[in-house]
T-cell receptor, first 115, second 111 residues
Framework: NAGVMQNPRHLVRRRGQEARLRCSPMKGHSHVYWYRQLPEEGLKFMVYLQKENIIDESGMPKERFSAEFPKEGPSILRIQQVVRGDSAAYFC?????????????FGPGTRLTVL | KQEVTQIPAALSVPEGENLVLNCSFTDSAIYNLQWFRQDPGKGLTSLLLIQSSQREQTSGRLNASLDKSSGRSTLYIAASQPGDSATYLCAVARTLGRLYFGRGTQLTVWP
């Protein structure tokens, strides 16, 4: 059973460009979470999604950031008009609710560098 | 708001020592607590998950305890090895959904 997959692993963008980060959850998992790890800071929650639904987006900046988890395909975190402060590692996690354990399994992350 | 604190921030020990890493949280109304390991430049590996109704969990040389009333968890690592060198993260969930993370304890085990 493959783990959580994220791509690309590294992404370089110039200020003002768009960044698209993809996450494929573990097989059988229908819940996806995105977290951001800024340099020298801890992991911060951004958004929690189920298939075709955003459950909690309280940690996501209101502007420039959006996330989706369509019925088919990976979850996408989209950052429009990137700025240098968006440079960070973005991690995706997935879980299944059977048994209600909420154990989250993380992907390897996408490291975004904004020039 | 849930705040998670981990002490110490860094720890350097010789191989073979038994270690205790500490995690505290401000809101005792948690759903579960999870310990992770993060290697440099890598993702997080789940080590142990403790449900709010449990007091401890064990996996190999690792043992995690939970005292919900005092807002504390400890991760005990027995007979440490150089391969245990990593950052250890504690995270709590208040409900199904988001995790609140501590800043981590950076562990170095030298031969």
């Amino acid at each position: 059973n493959a783990g959580v997959m994220q791509n690309p692993r590294h992404l370089v963008r110039r200020r003002g460009q768009e960044a698209r980060l993809r996450c494929s959850p573990m097989k059988g998992h229908s819940h996806v979470y995105w977290y951001r790890q800024l340099p020298e800071e801890g992991l911060k929650f951004m958004v929690y999604l189920q298939k075709e639904n955003i459950i909690d987006e309280s940690g996501m900046p209101k502007e420039r950031f959006s996330a989706e988890f369509p019925k088919e395909g990976p979850s996408i975190l989209r950052i429009q008009q990137v700025v240098r402060g968006d440079s960070a590692a973005y991690f995706c996690a997935s879980s299944e609710t059977r048994g209600m354990y909420n154990e989250q399994f993380f992907g390897p992350g996408t490291r975004l560098t904004v020039l | 708001k849930q705040e998670v604190t981990q002490i110490p921030a860094a720890l350097s020990v010789p191989e073979g020592e038994n270690l205790v890493l500490n995690c505290s949280f401000t809101d005792s109304a948690i759903y579960n607590l999870q310990w992770f390991r993060q290697d440099p430049g890598k993702g997080l590996t789940s080590l142990l998950l403790i449900q709010s109704s449990q007091r401890e969990q064990t996996s190999g040389r690792l043992n995690a305890s939970l005292d919900k009333s005092s807002g504390r968890s400890t991760l005990y690592i027995a007979a440490s090895q150089p391969g245990d060198s990593a950052t250890y993260l504690c995270a709590v969930a208040r409900t199904l959904g988001r995790l609140y993370f501590g800043r981590g304890t950076q562990l170095t085990v030298w031969p």
